[in-house]
């Protein structure tokens, strides 16, 4: 029990600093290390630490990672971002596309992918407009966050709780839906009040101003397809690993595509860090820790299980949140403790620039054009954003469920 306190307290301080403090250890290596020692040190053995990863969970990971990394190398992001974008004529015109588009995109792809591409097309297109990116860029990772809730594909976190409650997809889609259209206007609302002056601008895109790369048709239409019928699969209650993947085999039988491109944008640090965490998991719950942390907290009522939902996830990250507080969830009416945490946990990315992954991609991607968004710049749009959402999430619970 010893050990597993040690290993878990080290790698959550590492998910929370996000590096380790002392030696060149970023959130995969303290996975790996974590999982390691965990085997090493006779916590588990090594069939049981096998038997501890979902790999379930792992396949959808990887199988809906090929599909959005599939979709960029054909051009789709690039495409319709410009294609869209160049023909509005007002920034707040633009300020709408972007948060649709990314909302949209992050609930049917994985939002830090959308993230990773989107957001290169929006740097260009405002530069390119003379525009300020800093609203824009925000936007597209409050957006991405918001988007991603409604949905059990849309964010790794919500595909391990897809994979590991079995909700119906359909019937979590009806429910987060609401809560996400609501927090996409609420965005827009928030950043156009704030950068009123950036918004009021009159914006002329030419026509020739931005020119991309047209799309092979049958590429662009064996991916809308292959989605689709995905998405589909999901709906009508089919297995989401085994149709996640056989879509992902799909889009790379294909001789006009090199799969390298399709490989390139595989986040192998994620699913790394899945596993990892599995092993560390399953060490702390074997060794009767887990038990004794949470044998104090077994009678929490949902509304404070939602706020320890939030406050958990920008401490030591959404993904391990989840894995810890999965075991507070009750048998009965269990798979509205699990929708519960698939919106909040989401939501609370959008707390702090640091409060998800999908907000330091767009960080770290702005950096390297040149845009420093500063932490200030995004608390005072994402923190009233949250919490406003968390309260009309929580009133919405407690309309629909009575608790």
Known sequence: MIISATLLSIVLVIFTLGKSPIFRVDRAGAAIIGATLTIATGVLSFDEAISAVDYRTIILLFSMMLISSYMNAIGLFDFLGHYIMKRLRTPKGLLIVV???????????INDIVCLF????????????????????????????IGSAATLIGNPQNILIGSLSHLSFSWYLLLALPISLIGLFLTYIVLAKIYTKELS?????????????PIPRFLLLKGIVTLLGVILSFLFGLDPALVASLG??????????????VYAGIDYNLLVIFIGLFVVVGGVEKSG??????????????????????????????????MLLKFMIPP???????????????????LTITG?????????????????????????????ITIILVLIGMLYFKMLFGI
């Open 99 to 109: 948060i649709i588009m990314a909302g949209l995109l992050s609930a049917l792809l």
């Open 118 to 145: 989107f957001t290169p097309v929006v740097i260009t297109v405002t530069r390119r407009a003379k525009l300020s990116s800093i609203p824009y860029l925000i936007a597209v990772a409050l957006a991405s966050n």
């Open 201 to 213: 601008q009159t914006l002329v895109l030419p026509s020739e101003s931005v020119r991309v790369k």
């Open 248 to 261: 992902a085999a799909i889009l790379l039988i294909t001789r006009r595509l090199k799969p390298n491109k």
């Open 289 to 322: 820790l887990l038990n004794m942390l949470l044998g104090t907290m077994k009678e929490v009522s949902l509304p404070v299980f939602m706020i320890l939902t939030v406050i958990l996830s920008n401490i030591v990250s959404n993904v391990p949140a989840v």
């Open 332 to 350: 009965e009416q269990n798979s509205i403790w699990w929708a519960n945490i698939a919106i909040f946990s989401t939501l609370a990315g959008n």
């Open 356 to 384: 998800s992954i999908a907000n330091l991609i767009v960080v770290e991607l702005a950096k390297k054009n040149g845009i420093h968004i500063r932490f200030f710049d995004y608390l005072r749009i994402g923190f009233p």
